[in-house]
């Protein structure tokens, strides 16, 4: 049986992976090996034709997914080494934001990403993913330590958004995360950012200025999530509006590359990230590997220019 948890848009090809089960441990399984090829083909062409006209909202689902990979285990997939780093020395250590020394491929580089959590208490304890203003002043801290020993950053961003809490507030999370985003945009050091799974709002961008910024297959970034976007048009986020958010924000990796907010889209494995997470991992493993090898045979005073212009032209429309 599956240990894969279905979403919605799925429950026909969860049906379809039950009965294949069934029928590869049936006590017959060898005599019925024609079926079961049969069935596999027909599964792996049902999830390939899903997949690829996905909604927007089916995307957002399967960039929440609950089995989807999260910054921990892309470390421990794609990166050889890593080496956490605690603390913004001022207020505390927010979970929600880890990052180390780490090794990839041929290079050392600051790692820097969002972290979820997997069991309830996890989840608590990195507040889901939404960083705090302690956060962002660690992540920055990290950066421009990177920067001061000439190491490459590489940002992992999935999380539904900054912590709206009022404590938050207090301690100035709007302010550092313009600083941030003002900080990394002269940094003098490569960056390359990823969206791993959700990019929602200032929280995604307070780590998400870099020179090359791509997106898996299935991941979103947007300024706000659907639900608070249906909740802003509609009043209410309901199963009608949510969709219509989600398709009116132009959220998906196909929608962001074609205006050019993104620079490139890693595939993701046929029914997403969640299924494969070690193929996942060596897709995110060469993305990085081959940026950074771009980025460093360039001088580092033009990697910085340019990124400032990139941003500086996002957004920039000419009329007739």
């Not at 001022?90 to 580089?109: E, L, M, Q």
Request: with cysteine; hydrophobic share 40%.
């Amino acid at each position: 049986m599956s240990t894969i948890a279905p979403l919605p848009f799925e429950q026909d090809i969860h049906e379809l992976e039950l009965a294949l089960a069934k029928l590869e441990s049936a006590d017959d399984a060898a005599a019925q090996a024609e079926e079961v090829r049969r069935v596999r083909k027909e599964l792996a062409a049902m999830r390939k034709a899903r997949y690829a006209n996905l909604t927007a909202w089916d995307t957002i689902l399967v960039s929440r997914h609950k089995q989807r990979p999260q910054f921990l285990d892309y470390v421990d997939l794609a990166f050889d080494e890593f080496v956490e780093l605690h603390g913004d020395r001022a207020f505390g250590d927010d979970r929600a934001i880890r990052t180390g020394f780490a090794r990839i491929g041929d290079y050392k580089v600051m790692l820097i990403g969002h972290h979820k959590g997997r069991t309830t208490a996890e989840r608590v304890q990195c507040f889901y993913g939404c960083a705090h203003p302690e956060g962002y002043r660690k992540a920055l801290a990290k950066m421009q330590l990177a920067a001061k020993y000439g190491l490459p950053v590489v940002c992992l961003i999935d999380t539904p958004g900054a912590y709206p809490g009022i404590g938050a507030e207090e301690r100035g999370q709007s302010q550092l995360i313009a600083t941030s985003i003002l900080e990394m945009s002269q940094l003098p050091t490569r960056i390359v950012c990823v969206v791993i799974g959700e990019g929602g709002s200032g929280g995604a961008l307070g780590i998400g200025v870099g020179d090359r910024v791509s997106m898996l297959q299935h991941a979103y970034y947007s300024v706000i999530s659907p639900e608070g976007c249906a909740g802003i048009l509609w009043k209410v986020a309901t199963d009608e509006t949510k969709p219509r958010a989600a398709s009116a924000l132009r959220l998906t990796s196909d929608e962001l590359l074609r205006v050019g907010a993104i620079d490139e889209i890693i595939p993701e494995p046929v029914g997403g990230a969640h299924r494969s997470p070690r193929e996942m991992a060596q897709q995110l493993k060469s993305h990085v590997v081959r940026s950074l090898k771009d980025l460093g045979t360039r001088d580092t005073a033009a990697v910085v220019e340019r990124r400032y212009q990139k941003f500086r032209a996002i957004g920039h429309f000419l009329g007739e």
